[in-house]
């Protein structure tokens, strides 16, 4: 597997959608390519950042007037 | 107008217990559609509002939080059409420019410290970061990365197919890493 095919398989692997040959060849790939296991790692730092980043909040304001809406008998 | 019938009460209580649970995600994907705090909150409250008039329809196919996603993202995408779309729609893709091999090509983190990989200054760089990617990239983005959705559920809320998602998650993922090389260059050893 060459690097420019590795990129674009990288997604597939993470998600668990490539066939069992296809995914031993993406990591075989990885053990031996110091660049691309790079970016591997670049992508899993980028999904930890997002994961521990905080997140906005839905206004205080915007939240009571929407349960209100909710315990409102009438649809509006 | 005909009068409409009153949503039960067993409804109105799981909406608010949805808006409990998923409210702030709501409102984070209405922001990345729409780029716009007011906007993105008016899409949220007439999310709820439509959902209570059409929750008789909900047939449990999907989850109600994926059924609520999907409609602030079409909420939004209609508010921002009202408006005039000063911001490109999701359904409007434009070309970005740059292959994936040319992004591949930049510099690696090179394992940044949590220190500056969590800072404050990462998090405004990847806030700019994210606001240069396309409408599709943001939004697919924003349900897989950081909501932590799955494939199949992103692709259920945008109404697409799951290779789809894919494709744009692998670009927007790409973008971001080569945006942010130069952020972590210049942050200090």
């Given at each position: 597997m060459k690097c420019d095919e590795l990129h674009r398989r990288l997604t597939d692997h993470a998600d668990g959608v490539l066939n069992a040959q296809d995914c031993a060849a993406v990591e075989e790939h990885l053990k031996d390519c110091a660049p691309c296991g790079a970016l591997r790692r670049d992508l899993e730092d980028l999904a930890r950042l997002c994961r521990e980043t905080r997140r906005p909040r839905l206004p205080e304001e915007v939240r009571r007037r929407i349960a209100a809406l909710l315990r409102t008998p009438a649809a509006r | 107008m005909a009068a409409r019938n009153p949503a039960p009460p067993e409804v109105r209580e799981k909406l608010s217990r949805a808006l409990l649970d998923h409210g702030d995600r709501l409102y984070s994907l209405a922001l990345r559609v729409t780029r716009d705090p007011d906007l993105a909150a008016d899409a949220v409250q007439e999310a709820f509002a439509t959902a209570l008039e059409r929750a008789g329809g909900f047939?449990?196919?999907?989850s109600l939080g994926t059924w609520l996603h999907r409609i602030v993202y079409n909420k939004a995408i209609d508010l921002l059409r009202k408006r005039g779309k000063e911001t490109a729609l999701p359904d409007e893709e434009t070309v970005v420019p740059g292959t994936d091999e040319d992004l591949a090509r930049?510099?690696?983190?090179?394992?940044?410290p949590d220190e500056i990989l969590l800072g404050a200054e990462t998090v405004a760089a990847l806030e700019r970061a994210v606001g240069e990617l396309t409408p599709l990239q943001r939004v697919v983005f924003e349900l897989r990365?950081?909501?932590?959705?799955t494939t199949d559920e992103v692709a259920e809320i945008l109404e697409i197919p799951a290779g789809t998602v894919r494709v744009h998650l692998h670009r927007a993922r790409m973008r971001l890493r080569a945006l942010l090389s130069d952020h972590f260059r210049k942050a200090p050893a």
């Open positions: - | 047939r449990g196919e999907s930049s510099p690696s983190w090179s394992r940044p990365e950081v909501e932590g959705r």
